[in-house]
C-alpha cells in the first residue's frame, strides 16, 4: 500500500483544510541549510512554505499534494504576488483588516487557469469577509474557538495582554495567574478533544496512529508559545486569539521577502498528487520539507515511504518534518543511511513560534 492510497481512502481532499501554513518557515529554511542552486521537494498544504524556500535560492522548487483545493492556495499566492503591492497581499490574505478584498481577489486570480479562477470565484464571499488566509477547515474551526467561546472564558483585555511583550519570568506569571485559568482548562478539554477537532478542526483519518489526549498536547505546546517564545511575536498565536496576524507576520508574508520570491514564482514545479509525484521520475533532489505527512501512516507504510524518499534524495540531502502526536523518526533498518542533526533541532525548537508540533525533525542522508 503506498502513502498516497492509505490517506486519500480515508480523507476527503476536494476542500480546503488549511488555508494558510501553520508550520513556522523560518525554521524550516534554517533546518533545509545551503541548498543554493539545488532542487527541494515540498508538500504543498497551502504554499507559504514552498515560497519561503525560494528565498534559499534553489533552482527548482518542486511542489506536491493529494488536494487540488491544496494546490489552488499556492496558486492563488502566485498570482497574488505577481498582481499585488505587498501591503494589498496582506489585506487579500486576512492579516490585516480590509473591505476591498473581492476586489483583490480578482486581480490575483486573473491570469490564473480556468479552474482555479472558478475555485476561487466561488468563495469570493468567504474571502471578502475572512481573508484568503482564513477560508480553510483549520481556520473555521478557530474562528469559532476565537469569537463564540473564547470571549467565555477570557477578556479582551486579557487577550491584548497576552501579546504585550515581556521578560520569560513575567510570561511564565502572566500564563499561570491571569491566563490558565479552570473556565481555560474546561474549554480546552471540550474543544481540543479528539472528537471536536476531528469534526470541526482536522480530519478523524488523521488521527488514526495517533496516541494519547489531544486537549492535553495543546495545553502542554501552549506553555512554549506563551513562555519558552515571546507571544507578541507570534503570528500564529495572534489569528487564533485575535483573528489577524497584527505586527508580526509568518516568514513568507513578511515584506523583506516580497520580492525576492515573486522574482523566483517560476522557479515553482507544481505537482498534483502524493511524494510518488516526485518520486517516481528518477529525479533526485536537495532538501525535503515534508511538513507533518508521516503523523497519518501507519509504521509500515512509512517505512515504506521513507524508503523511497532516500532513493531520490541526493548525497547530504535533508529531510525537514515535524510530529504533533505521533512519532516518527527514520525507520531502524534505515538508520544507517541517515545522520539525526541533534543540534539543528534542538536550535530550532527553540525559536519554533508555530507551537502545535511536539517534535521537529532534521536528518541528512549520508554520502
Known amino acids: ?67 487540488p483545493a491544496q494546490i489552488a492556495c499556492l496558486h492563488l499566492r502566485v498570482g497574488a504576488f505577481r498582481n499585488l503591492s505587498h501591503p494589498e497581499f496582506l489585506e487579500l490574505m486576512g492579516a490585516v483588516k480590509s473591505d476591498r478584498r473581492a476586489a483583490l481577489l480578482e486581480r490575483a486570480i486573473a491570469d490564473l487557469d480556468a479552474d482555479t479562477k472558478a475555485f476561487w470565484a466561488s468563495l469570493s464571499d468567504d474571502v471578502a469577509q475572512h481573508g484568503a488566509g482564513g477560508v480553510g477547515k483549520f481556520e473555521r474551526y478557530f474562528r469559532i474557538f476565537r469569537t463564540r467561546l473564547l ?15 515581556r521578560p520569560k519570568a513575567e ?40 496516541d494519547g489526549s489531544p486537549a492535553q498536547h495543546v495545553a502542554r505546546r ?95 540531502a535533508r529531510l525537514v518534518y515535524w510530529n504533533m502526536m505521533a512519532p516518527r523518526r527514520v525507520p531502524t533498518d534505515l538508520q544507517h543511511r541517515v545522520n539525526t542533526l541533534t543540534d539543528v533541532e534542538d536550535t530550532q525548537k527553540q525559536r519554533d513560534k508555530a507551537f502545535f508540533y511536539s517534535d521537529f525533525v532534521v536528518e541528512e542522508v549520508r554520502p
Open 171 to 210: 510570561r511564565q506569571d502572566f500564563l499561570d495567574t491571569r491566563f490558565i485559568t479552570w473556565r481555560w482548562r474546561l474549554l480546552l478539554n471540550v474543544f481540543f478533544s479528539r472528537f471536536v477537532m476531528g469534526r470541526m478542526g482536522r480530519d478523524k483519518a488523521f488521527f488514526d496512529h495517533v
Open 1 to 67: 500500500m503506498t502513502q498516497s492510497s492509505e490517506i486519500a481512502e480515508k480523507a476527503a481532499f476536494d476542500y480546503i483544510r488549511y488555508a494558510q501554513l501553520w508550520e513556522d518557515a523560518d525554521v524550516l529554511t534554517a533546518a533545509l541549510g545551503d541548498v543554493t542552486g539545488g532542487t527541494l521537494v515540498s508538500i504543498c498544504s497551502a504554499g507559504d512554505n514552498a515560497l519561503a524556500m525560494l528565498t534559499l535560492d534553489p533552482a527548482k522548487v518542486v511542489v506536491v499534494d493529494l488536494s
Open 151 to 165: 470571549p467565555l472564558v477570557h477578556s479582551r483585555r486579557t487577550i491584548d495582554d497576552t501579546f504585550v511583550s
Open 222 to 316: 501552549i506553555r512554549h508559545a506563551a513562555v519558552d517564545c515571546d507571544p507578541a511575536e507570534n503570528p500564529y498565536l495572534h489569528w487564533i486569539l485575535k483573528g489577524t496576524h497584527g505586527a508580526a507576520l509568518p516568514m513568507t508574508w513578511r515584506a523583506e521577502h516580497y520580492d525576492v520570491i515573486r522574482s523566483r514564482l517560476d522557479r515553482l514545479d507544481i505537482r498534483s498528487g502524493s511524494l510518488e509525484a516526485f518520486v517516481s521520475t528518477g529525479e533526485k533532489a536537495d532538501g525535503f520539507n515534508l511538513s507533518d505527512i508521516f503523523e497519518y501512516m501507519s509504521h509500515d507504510v512509512f517505512a515504506q515511504v521513507y524508503e523511497g524518499i532516500l532513493s531520490a534524495a541526493s548525497p547530504n
